[in-house]
Nanobody, 127 residues
Framework: QVDLVESGGGSVQTGGSLKLSCAASGYTYCSYDMSWYRQAPGKEREFVSGIDYRGRTRYADSVNGRFTISEDSVSNTVYLEMNTLKPEDTAMYYC?????????????????????WGQGTQVTVSS
């Protein structure tokens, strides 16, 4: 299986920046996508950004142009660089493994499930 550990959250003022990290360990020697989600108090968890095993990225409209997702395949770490933060970005941020969007991948993951979540890291943006 896979363990995910997020870090890098904190408290910043409007317009500030943070860079989140998600370190994966375990059986990661296969092709999978990764995503960041967030959940604010009283709201449903929402997709923020994703990166596939080939490095292609996608973003929610609310963060496009402000957030950048990247990965370091050597350390099995995915990053989320967040700039021009707004109070509405305040939430707990989670990373998650995802089943590849491509139907054919180089090394299929033989995991029972792709629902691997980290414990979350809190981001608070004050006005």
């Amino acid at each position: 299986q896979v363990d995910l550990v997020e870090s890098g959250g904190g408290s910043v003022q409007t317009g500030g920046s943070l860079k989140l990290s998600c370190a994966a360990s375990g059986y990661t020697y296969c092709s999978y996508d990764m995503s960041w989600y967030r959940q604010a108090p009283g709201k449903e968890r929402e997709f923020v950004s994703g990166i596939d095993y080939r490095g292609r990225t996608r973003y929610a409209d609310s963060v496009n142009g402000r957030f950048t997702i990247s990965e370091d395949s050597v350390s099995n770490t995915v990053y989320l660089e967040m700039n021009t933060l707004k109070p509405e970005d305040t939430a707990m941020y989670y990373c998650k493994t995802e089943r590849p969007r491509d139907s054919v991948v180089p090394v299929p993951c033989r995991w029972p499930s792709f629902d691997h979540w980290g414990q979350g890291t809190q981001v608070t943006v004050s006005s």
